[in-house]
């Protein structure tokens, strides 16, 4: 996030310096306490993007199966953080670009799947949503029986 973007969400919380601005890939780091509820986006990318998502795109990408590693590692730092019956839910959407069809959606599931229990998902409808479509999914996972 930019810094700007962050200014202004501490501007709208109750206790603005629990917000870290900061890489996911680097959780470990940060103060997170403990939850019952993440709800959450990944930067989208498509199979044959040439910049890092996770990057804000700023930094060549090692490849989409690459991507979906760094999300698993992300979601396996995440489900430390779980407290019991805990749920994350990741929006995310198929991508319908100039060169195909890229199954984000179920290949985040898939890849997440790995490291969280996938429970199912929601779709939910748009008026305008983009990539190629009106709607995305609101991906259900929980931490896998302990």
């Known amino acids: ?3 700007r973007q962050v200014e202004y969400i501490r501007t709208l919380l109750r206790d603005p310096a629990a917000t870290v601005q900061g890489d996911s890939r680097r959780l470990r780091e940060y103060p997170v306490p403990l939850f019952d509820l993440c709800m959450t986006s990944p930067p989208f990318t498509e199979r044959n993007d040439t ?3 996770l990057t804000n795109y700023r930094a060549p990408s090692a490849g989409y199966t690459s ?3 760094d999300l698993a590692a ?3 730092q995440i489900r430390q953080f779980m407290k019991p019956n805990a ?3 990741i929006e995310v959407s198929n991508l319908h670009g100039p060169s195909g069809i890229t199954m984000l959606a179920w290949d985040v599931a898939r890849a ?3 490291v969280l229990h996938f429970e199912g998902e929601v779709v939910v409808g ?3 949503y983009g990539y190629g479509y009106d709607h995305s999914y609101c ?3 929980r931490a896998p029986d302990r």
């Open 51 to 53: 910049f890092d998502a």
């Open 112 to 114: 997440i799947g790995e």
């Open 74 to 76: 992300i979601y396996a």
């Open 67 to 69: 991507y979906l590693r």
């Open 1 to 3: 996030m930019y810094k």
């Open 126 to 128: 748009w008026d305008s």
């Open 139 to 141: 991906l259900i996972f």
């Open 87 to 89: 749920r994350v839910v």
